[in-house]
């Protein structure tokens, strides 16, 4: 019943979006406001049908009706309950139904909050959301069906997968399920797929309203109020996704790191990236009309990078512990990632060429708040080049020379870090500069404070024992940068308090009447305390690995353990353990046991390492229980200066973004529009 109520509910989804699809773009295009309304009826229904159909697959995970091959794939009897929900994403077929399903939660929001305000737009938005919907669920219905079921045939042995029965066929009944991945069973990795795909399907709504503004010819700057909202909150759960997505490698794979530059981590980066380059370039068009040919373009480009890296993910042509195995989707994926690309850009040309996207002014001058954020945007889609060009090289090199190369780490740390100190530079520079037009004597006033701090900084490192030149000069970008932060929000918070107001209460109000501001000034410092923890973690890690009985002892730095027995245990749901039971020292003096572990899963006993941490703000010592034989184990070790602030870090920049996207009042962002005015006239007459 359940497999049936899910077909059917996932099969009236895909009608109603292609439904909406056709209706909108004729109702469009013909002017005919009765297809835009009933296309957006159509639009809305998709979310209770999918919610339906999602919820009848969480029903046979919990329930158990392992007849339907991908509850059988997933769950298993003696998984917790919450491992059988969350299984909903752990296989191609759910995690597709739940990518739909994201799509029209985030579709129907856009609709309800935008329709009234963006009339005009709305019906190409529906238009072009739907378009992507529909493609999702003809993969889901036709390619990667959840509800798929085991059939046997009368005189037969083999059973067969099937969504609907095969003439004289009877189900299949398992006794139980294979279980989720082993190495999906954490807490990091069952947030993280959600996390990232809402970042994925949260891009789509600014590129439908980018792609309704080109196909309208509404090409003012309300489709960027519109949606400046939707990128931020997309990039929010974007980086998130990639933070959780660090933490669970960290935890789980035991490797002691948390970036390997993996193909799917590097997917899932580079809209990201795009993505940056977006929020920063796009307030240059609202406040000047500028880049209006360039900020089509990289919403355009984050879009499309969405749907390579599910592409990526899903066909099975990047190796990767992230991606799912080959499957027959990859041909039409790649069918459609061909369609879009040749259509956005065949209509952003059209435009550009009639002149529709002229910008309204010009640079005025090379030291200008305007030129800072366009070398901004140049840097960030030069990483993007670089990550992609890493990523699939592999791939290009065996198409065109017959011959495999993979680039390693090494690539990436000779041409991606650089990229990213200059990036910090930036970080420090654009804030001190102008609009409009700057000078050079403005700036080496404005920026004397931030390098006196940093100088001082630097040489406070290099006496307490910092001495490697390289995270000396890394350091100084990073300190250059979060200093120029901090002189900011001291500037507005000496204003207000000029006034009478208490240093807390003018910060309060900075965020209050500017969010969008100091929000982002928030994230340059949550970016700022991510690559202090960054370095120190790369730079000063130290790792050795060593075989030990009990009693023996490992040092690293000030921290130190010893082994003290190894023992195997049962968990409740099934799992078994092998547990080693160690005590950390710091500085000689005893903090707490750790017990590193591995967990085996299943009848083949598949192997998942979690590592024993006992951590501080100062550093993370990490260790691995390699392998065992009697009471004599190896240990493999890890001491990981800093690390925590990446975490802490990715906490500020999630809450940053939170105060730049949270809405204000009309009134508000009247105040905030003649503040910022006012701001930048007294700057540039100072200069």
Not at 156 to 166: N, Q, Y
Request: aromatic fraction near 14%; include cysteine.
């Amino acid at each position: 019943m359940l497999a049936e109520l899910g077909i059917v509910t996932s099969g009236l989804a895909l009608l109603c979006a292609v439904f909406g699809l056709l209706a909108s773009a004729y109702g469009a295009y013909n002017r005919l406001d009765r297809w835009v309304l009933s296309a957006r009826n159509a639009t809305l229904l998709t979310w209770p049908l999918l919610t339906t159909a999602c919820i009848a697959l969480i029903a046979a995970q919990v329930s158990g009706e392992f007849n339907i091959a991908y509850v059988w794939s997933t769950t298993q009897s003696s998984e917790p309950l919450f491992f059988k929900i969350t299984a909903l994403w752990g296989g191609q077929p759910g995690s597709l139904m739940f990518w739909a399903w994201v799509m029209s939660t985030f579709t129907g929001a856009a609709l309800l909050l935008n329709w009234r305000s963006e009339r005009r737009l709305m019906p190409w938005v529906v238009t072009f959301t739907m378009a992507t919907l529909a493609f999702f669920l003809i993969l889901v219905v036709l390619y990667e069906n959840p509800f798929a079921r085991y059939w046997t045939i009368p005189g037969g042995e083999d059973v067969i997968t099937a969504v609907f029965a095969p003439a004289g066929a009877s189900l299949f009944q398992p006794s139980d399920g294979q279980g989720l991945n082993p190495l999906l069973r954490h807490p990091g990795m069952v947030a993280h797929p959600p996390m990232l795909y809402s970042g994925y399907v949260g891009m789509t709504i600014p590129w439908a309203f980018a792609m309704a503004a080109l196909a309208s010819g509404q090409l003012n700057t309300n489709w960027i109020r519109a949606t400046r909202r939707w990128t931020l909150v997309a990039w929010l759960f974007l980086g998130l996704g990639l933070i959780l997505g660090g933490r669970w490698a960290y935890d789980v794979l035991g490797w002691g790191g948390y970036w390997g530059w993996d193909p799917v981590e590097n997917a899932a980066l580079l809209p990201w990236l795009t993505g940056t380059a977006f929020l920063h370039s796009v307030m240059i068009q609202e406040k000047r009309g500028m880049l209006k040919v360039w900020n089509m373009f990289l919403i355009i480009l984050t879009f499309l990078l969405v749907i390579l890296g599910t592409f990526s993910t899903r066909s099975g042509i990047v190796a990767s512990v992230h991606s799912f195995a080959q499957s027959p989707i990859g041909t039409p994926m790649l069918v459609f990632i061909a369609i879009m690309l040749l259509g956005c850009l065949g209509l952003w040309v059209w435009r550009w060429q009639r002149g529709d996207l002229a910008s309204d002014n010009q640079l005025d001058a090379l030291i200008s708040r305007e030129s800072m954020f366009v070398l901004n945007n140049w840097i960030f889609v030069g990483i993007a080049v670089m990550v992609l060009w890493g990523t699939y090289a592999p791939i290009f090199t065996e198409l065109i020379r017959n011959e495999k190369i993979t680039l390693g780490a090494e690539y990436y740390r000779a041409v991606v870090v650089p990229l990213f100190g200059a990036l910090y530079v930036l970080m420090g520079v654009g804030p001190l500069v102008a609009w409009k037009k700057s000078s050079l004597a403005a700036l080496g006033r404005t920026i004397r404070i931030p390098v006196t701090l940093t100088t001082v900084t630097l040489i406070f490192l290099f006496v307490t024992g910092t001495q490697s030149p390289g995270a000396l000069f890394s350091y100084a970008l990073i300190a250059f940068a979060g200093y120029t932060t901090l002189v900011e929000f001291y500037r507005g918070v000496r204003a207000r308090t000029s006034r009478g107001e208490t240093a807390i209460t003018a910060l309060w109000k900075l965020f209050g009447r500017n969010r969008r501001r100091y929000g982002g000034y928030f994230i340059h410092l949550g970016v700022v305390v991510m690559g202090i923890g960054t370095i120190g973690s790369t730079v000063y890690q130290q790792q050795t690995q060593e075989t030990l009985n009990p009693g023996d002892t490992i040092t690293l730095g000030n921290m130190s353990m010893v082994f003290k027995d190894v023992f195997q245990a049962d968990a409740v749901d099934g799992r078994g353990m092998v547990v080693a039971d160690v005590s950390v020292y710091r500085a000689g003096q005893y903090v707490g046991d750790v017990r590193p572990r591995k967990d085996f899963f299943g009848p083949k006993a598949n192997p998942m390492t979690i590592a024993g941490q006992y951590s501080t703000l100062e550093s993370d010592f990490y260790i691995l229980l390699n392998s065992w034989e009697g009471n004599r184990v190896t240990f493999k070790v890890f001491l990981n200066p800093l690390v925590n602030l990446v975490w802490w870090g990715g906490i500020m920049l999630m809450i940053g973004t939170a105060i730049a996207a949270w809405p204000s009042s009309e009134r508000d962002a009247a105040v905030q529009t003649l503040e910022s005015r006012v701001l930048g006239q007294l700057q540039t007459a100072s200069d």
